[in-house]
């Protein structure tokens, strides 16, 4: 694994915190990690800079994801049906937009914001919802992973589960060279923001 085989691509997002970098790997598999948020200035960005290396959006065989978020996750719905999506379990709900999950989430806020001091609507839930889908998409993984397994394709990279900014976080680490590729566990100019998730089951949420 050389440098030469990651390669970081900067892609614009409508959030305060500004770019997500997302990367590219030329495994045995050409695989995107993570996508960037459902723009037409994050897909233009990400076309023009895979174009740069004389890759396609049709060349990528596999997209692996760090995390749910749409800065993230968004992207994929620019992808063909046929490529795969690769994460955590905990991923689906968000990135399938499931309405089962969806009405369970707004449920749960609309009593634990009240809870937590914050006075709360029925019609704000039902915005705050909404918000956090603005910029992503509506797919499915097509295989899932959790901790120490590896991702066919991209040989000597492992998966290590990361939860707390998001439930579904995981890093990949390539211990030959001690690389890894870490979605939002690090931030560049802030606290890497713990977020707020409705449990998956249950009444009691994960703490971040």
């Known amino acids: 694994m050389t440098t030469e085989d990651v390669i970081a691509i900067r892609v614009p997002t409508p959030f305060a915190v500004g770019d997500v ?31 740069a290396v004389n890759v396609k959006l049709s060349d990528i065989e ?47 806020f609309q009593k634990l914001l009240p809870e ?9 839930a039902e915005k705050l919802i909404r918000s956090a889908y603005a910029f992503s998409c509506t797919r499915s993984l097509t295989k899932s992973i ?8 991209l040989e000597g990279w492992s998966v290590l589960e990361m939860p707390g900014h998001a439930e579904s976080h995981i890093v990949l680490f390539h211990e030959k060279s001690g690389r890894m590729l870490g979605g939002d566990l690090l931030l560049a100019n802030s ?16 703490k971040p």
Do not use: C
């Open 21 to 51: 970098i997302v990367y590219l790997v030329k495994g045995d598999a050409l695989t995107l990690i993570d996508a960037g948020p459902n723009t037409k200035e994050a897909a233009r960005a990400l076309q023009e800079q895979l174009a």
């Open 62 to 108: 596999q997209v692996v994801l760090t995390h749910h978020h749409a800065d993230h996750a968004g992207l994929l719905d620019v992808f063909s049906d046929e490529i795969e999506v690769i994460g955590h379990a905990f991923n689906e709900p968000y990135i399938s937009q499931n309405q089962a999950f969806m009405d369970w989430q707004k449920r749960f």
């Open 116 to 124: 937590l001091g914050v006075p709360f609507d029925t019609g704000k």
């Open 191 to 206: 606290s890497s923001n713990p977020i707020l998730e409705a449990p998956k089951a249950g009444d009691v949420r994960s």
């Open 146 to 153: 959790r901790e120490g397994m590896g991702i066919d394709g």
